[in-house]
Each structure stands twice: as structure tokens, then as C-alpha cells.
């Protein structure tokens, strides 16, 4: 599976952004999908992650302004990032793995994206 992360930009606090992410080929509904996000000099840390069916886990601090949500239809994973903060800011990849249920760690998932860039100004 190779995964193509897109919507990223440069948004004022506050602001909202759409992150997608869909692959080149396989069906994401066989997967259990992620989003990770690393910001310069930091590790990479899980967003949020969507099971196979319908079941979803977020970081506590992003739970409530990240939503995570697939398209079938389209084929397409979604992060709806609402009420952004300058904390926010980072590479965002999504990620899948052979396994739906969910997984939190890195090290779980199987496929990953090139990254998107979101940049949070104060």
C-alpha cells in the first residue's frame, strides 16, 4: 500500500484544516489507519487512529478538535483539525497497518505517507 497525505498549509490559530490521505492502490477499509505527527526535534506521536470498523482513539489533549474518519467510498482517510494551536504544528503522516483493530504505536503500522506539512502562526 502506498499512501499520498495531502491538505496540509499554514492556517492562524484557530483555524481548521482537512488532512486526507489515500492510497495508490489497495482498499483502506482492510486496514486499520493512523495519523502520526512529528514536529523538528521531537519524536513522532500518534494523533489518532480509526479500526478496521467503526471505532476511533485520539491523543487526550487533540480529543474533542481532531476528528478522524474514513471514506470508503472514496477510499480516503480524513483528520479534521479544528481549533488549531501553534503546538500543532508538524509533518503529519498517515499510516496503515495489516491489522484493523486500532494501534497507538509507530511501530504497529505497516505503510506509511510522505507527510504533510502544517505550520500554526500565534
Known amino acids: 500500500v502506498q499512501l499520498q497525505a495531502s491538505g496540509g498549509g499554514s492556517v492562524q490559530t484557530g483555524g481548521s484544516l482537512r488532512l486526507s490521505c489515500a492510497p495508490s492502490r489497495g482498499t483502506l477499509s482492510n486496514y486499520g489507519m493512523g495519523w502520526f505527527r512529528q514536529a523538528p526535534g521531537r519524536e513522532r506521536e500518534f494523533v489518532a487512529a480509526?479500526?478496521?470498523?467503526?471505532?476511533?482513539r485520539y491523543v487526550d489533549s487533540m480529543e474533542g478538535r481532531f476528528i478522524i474518519s474514513r471514506d470508503n467510498a472514496k477510499n480516503t482517510l480524513y483528520l479534521q483539525m479544528n481549533n488549531l494551536k501553534p503546538e500543532d504544528a508538524a509533518v503529519y503522516y498517515c499510516a496503515a497497518r495489516r491489522y484493523t483493530a486500532i494501534a497507538t504505536q509507530a511501530r504497529d503500522y505497516d505503510y506509511w505517507g510522505q507527510g504533510t506539512q502544517v505550520t500554526v502562526s500565534s
Open positions: 480509526a479500526s478496521g470498523g467503526a471505532y476511533t
